[in-house]
T-cell receptor, first 112, second 111 residues
Framework: AQSVTQPDIHITVSEGASLELRCNYSYGATPYLFWYVQSPGQGLQLLLKYFSGDTLVQGIKGFEAEFKRSQSSFNLRKPSVHWSDAAEYFCAVEAGSYQLTFGKGTKLSVIP | DADVTQTPRNRITKTGKRIMLECSQTKGHDRMYWYRQDPGLGLRLIYYSFDVKDINKGEISDGYSVSRQAQAKFSLSLESAIPNQTALYFC??????????FGPGTRLTVL
């Protein structure tokens, strides 16, 4: 069965600094990969997804993610963080079963 | 209007009570899902349905049941609620690209 690891439970960055959230997955082939964001008290919003093709994908709100097959990773990046980016971020994989497996999430705090 | 709606948004109930959480969608998707979210555990799949006649157990289905009344409606029931079912519950739908779209969640507290 597939699994998803988000190694960082909580990350704090200063506003304007760059951000990278890590995601590693375990699966025999290339899965579909997703990043979702959950603001406090809200549902999950899709940031971006990777199915195939270009390994660098662009998403909403200035986020991007890079799929690295050799590292089984799909890290999320943003060059300059805004205070409104404070939220919890979830990486997820879909490995051919129409079901998503989620990581446990990374909470992002932003210092003004 | 939201594409995926959940009712109620918040519910407090007592141990042993039966409770139903409802989900409706206007996206026209066949696939629907119920998840629970607990702090530090991410989202875990309870049940999923690929159409009105196809319902499947997820990772943590014990203590829960579902009903797919129509393509647009998927309800989750707790027949006899217990305190460890206190959680945030999400409904989701998915399109042909397997992208899932989530409702706003129902916060359930079982006393």
């Amino acid at each position: 069965a597939q699994s998803v690891t988000q190694p960082d439970i909580h990350i704090t960055v200063s506003e304007g600094a760059s951000l990278e959230l890590r995601c590693n997955y375990s699966y025999g082939a290339t899965p579909y990969l997703f990043w979702y964001v959950q603001s406090p008290g809200q549902g999950l919003q899709l940031l971006l997804k990777y199915f195939s093709g270009d390994t660098l994908v662009q998403g909403i709100k200035g986020f991007e993610a890079e799929f690295k097959r050799s590292q089984s990773s799909f890290n999320l990046r943003k060059p300059s963080v805004h205070w409104s980016d404070a939220a919890e971020y979830f990486c997820a994989v879909e490995a051919g079963s129409y079901q998503l497996t989620f990581g446990k999430g990374t909470k992002l705090s932003v210092i003004p | 209007d939201a594409d995926v709606t959940q009712t109620p948004r918040n519910r407090i109930t007592k141990t042993g009570k039966r409770i139903m959480l409802e989900c409706s969608q206007t996206k026209g998707h066949d696939r629907m899902y119920w998840y629970r979210q607990d702090p530090g555990l991410g989202l875990r799949l309870i049940y999923y349905s690929f159409d009105v006649k196809d319902i499947n157990k997820g990772e943590i289905s014990d203590g829960y049941s579902v009903s797919r009344q129509a393509q647009a409606k998927f309800s989750l029931s707790l027949e006899s609620a217990i305190p460890n079912q206190t959680a945030l519950y999400f409904c989701a739908t998915s399109d042909a690209t397997d992208t899932q779209y989530f409702g706003p969640g129902t916060r359930l507290t079982v006393l």
